[in-house]
């Protein structure tokens, strides 16, 4: 969401006006698995940004972010009807759709920290019968300090 004040407030009422919208008003079937996420509103208040994510019908199944984007685009005024309705705003500010990236970046990075986490199990049961390979105990001591001063 848009920072604090009154963009902040009506960026994310907007946010919630167009999830609504989309789950009850709007009837088009590529709709179905459209999620918004965030919305943001330009300072000036002309502009909300709203950013979505398409899920599979099954989770095996790859989302079709074409069909989601064009219903999308085709909802648009609808979409700004009902939000200059319900928000009762001067001027209704356009709507942009943008599909976020924030849940593929989660998924790499828990890819990334499986593998590291892999790796990590092989390096520990690599370490688990390892012995040092020099002295147990590598460092000096004082009383080794004191031997070796008294044999001078």
Same mark, same amino acid.
């Given at each position: 969401?848009?920072?604090?004040? /009154?963009?902040g407030r009506?960026?994310?009422?907007?946010?919630?006006i167009?999830?609504?919208?989309?789950?009850?008003e709007?009837?088009d079937?590529?709709?179905? =698995?459209?999620?918004? @996420?965030?919305?943001?509103?330009?300072?000036?208040? /002309?502009?909300a @940004?709203?950013?979505?994510?398409?899920?599979g019908?099954?989770?095996?199944?790859e &989302?079709?972010?074409?069909s989601?984007?064009?219903?999308?685009?085709?909802?648009? +005024?609808?979409?700004?009807t009902?939000?200059?309705?319900? @928000?009762g705003?001067? =001027?209704? &500010?356009?709507?942009?759709?943008?599909?976020? *990236?924030? &849940?593929?970046?989660? !998924?790499?990075?828990?890819?990334?920290?499986?593998?590291? !986490?892999? *790796?990590?199990?092989?390096? /520990?049961?690599?370490?688990?019968?390892?012995? &040092?390979?020099?002295?147990?105990?590598?460092?000096?001591?004082?009383?080794?300090? #004191?031997? +070796?001063?008294?044999? #001078?």
């Amino acid at each position: 969401m848009t920072g604090r004040g /009154r963009a902040g407030r009506l960026g994310k009422r907007i946010g919630e006006i167009v999830a609504t919208a989309i789950d009850n008003e709007i009837k088009d079937p590529r709709l179905e =698995f459209v999620t918004i @996420t965030d919305s943001r509103i330009t300072p000036d208040l /002309r502009v909300a @940004t709203l950013f979505y994510t398409v899920r599979g019908v099954t989770l095996d199944e790859e &989302p079709d972010l074409e069909s989601a984007e064009a219903a999308l685009a085709n909802a648009r +005024g609808r979409l700004r009807t009902l939000v200059g309705k319900q @928000t009762g705003v001067k =001027f209704t &500010p356009e709507l942009t759709f943008q599909l976020d *990236s924030v &849940p593929d970046a989660a !998924r790499h990075m828990e890819e990334l920290l499986a593998k590291a !986490r892999a *790796s990590d199990e092989l390096v /520990r049961k690599a370490a688990e019968g390892a012995r &040092p390979a020099g002295d147990e105990d590598p460092y000096r001591k004082p009383e080794d300090e #004191q031997a +070796g001063d008294a044999g #001078q």
